[in-house]
């Protein structure tokens, strides 16, 4: 028999920004839903040391924390569903979700959290390095690499953005970008050359990435130009690879507006979509910050917008307002 779960809320993910929509959702006493999603507590579960999620002092590890957001998620009553949607029908109301095995989502308002994956380039040395020396997020890992020569690999906004911040903690940066020039913004670009501690390769790709002995990690990029088949070896124990993300959004092409790059849309300051009742938070909607604590900041936004939602559609219109008033 096919299983029917029916809820005031839905969550589709269960990363920052998911499970902290379902502390507040639950607290609402909306009896939030969590759809878990393929990957249970997110990007978070493939890192290790965390060291800015506010209200830790000391190290803590991202499968922890997570671990602990879900304890608490589910301690203020949200229910945890281990199942991944692969169908969503938002024509009416309640919303219609489908899970891979068969179960039926029934539910006043969805809550997108699904997130996004960093690009890789798909190197074997780049998996096998990750998180000793190769990573997707200068802003998380940087800290890390303090005095130490690193790279960035890309040449888009975030490569830009992740070099100059990389030179916070570091004198010797360098970019590595396929092509002889960036798809950044001017003005990140300008920034970029005119600072004295970043230097850029062009043309160039990683064709390796070199691990030390035993357990060094990282040391070195071994690089090919693309133009004349010259290598090259580049000595670094950071290498920080900012090609793009995919947000995880393919349910929802025509159903959802999505930016040109498969973002949803949301009304800026706000978790809103196009889709009355349809709220989106964490990465799956930002492509600018893309932190534990800001997907957490906006989880907490889509559930109090639900809330009110759901506040608004259960106040009586007008005119039975009148009617209640006169019985
Ligand atoms: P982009 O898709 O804009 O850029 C990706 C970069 O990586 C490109 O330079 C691309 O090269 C390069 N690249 C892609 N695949 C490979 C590969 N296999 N090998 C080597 N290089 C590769 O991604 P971003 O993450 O930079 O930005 C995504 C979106 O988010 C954009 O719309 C951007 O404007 C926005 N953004 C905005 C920010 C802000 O407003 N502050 C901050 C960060 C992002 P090529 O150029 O040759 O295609």
Redesign the pocket.
């Known amino acids: 028999m096919t299983a029917v779960h029916s809820t005031r809320m839905l969550i589709l993910g269960s990363g920052p920004a998911g499970l902290s929509a379902a502390i507040y959702g639950a607290r609402a006493g909306l009896a939030p839903i969590v759809v878990q999603g393929i990957q249970p507590g997110g990007q978070l579960t493939t890192t290790t040391d965390v060291e800015n999620y506010p209200g830790f002092r000391h190290v803590i590890q991202g499968p922890w924390l997570m671990e602990e957001m879900q304890a608490q998620a589910e301690h203020v009553g949200a229910q945890m569903m281990w199942d991944t949607i692969v169908d969503v029908d938002l024509s009416q109301r309640p919303f219609k979700l489908t899970g891979d095995g068969g179960a039926i989502y029934m539910c006043d308002t969805l809550v997108i959290a699904t997130g996004a994956q960093a ?4 190197l074997e040395s780049e998996q096998k390095l990750r998180g000793q020396g190769v990573s997707a997020c200068a802003t998380c890992d940087g800290f890390f690499f303090r005095g130490k020569k690193v790279a960035v ?9 992740e070099a100059l911040y990389l030179t916070n903690h570091s004198h010797d940066v360098t970019i ?4 002889d ?5 001017k003005i ?1 670009q300008e920034r970029l050359f005119k600072h004295h501690g970043i230097k850029v390769i062009w043309d160039t ?2 064709a390796e990435f070199v691990a030390g002995e035993g357990n060094e990690g990282l040391i070195a990029l071994d690089l090919r130009n693309v133009k004349t088949g010259e290598t090259s070896r580049l000595d670094v124990e950071g290498g920080f ?5 995919h947000p995880a959004t393919e349910l929802f092409v025509g159903k959802i507006d999505l ?3 498969g ?1 949803m849309k949301v009304t800026p300051g706000t978790s809103l979509t196009n889709v009355p009742g349809v709220f989106a938070c964490g990465d799956v909607m930002d ?2 910050y ?1 932190q534990a604590i800001t997907a957490a900041g906006t989880g907490c936004m889509a559930a109090l917008d639900a809330e009110r939602f759901l506040q608004e559609q259960d106040y009586p219109v007008p005119e039975d307002a009148e009617k209640v008033a006169a019985e």
């Open positions: 690009k890789w380039l798909g690999i890309g040449g888009g906004n975030t490569a830009v953005e590595i970008h396929r092509r020039s960036f798809r950044a913004e990140l790709e990683v690879v900012a090609i793009g993300h930016d040109r790059d973002y492509k600018i893309r």
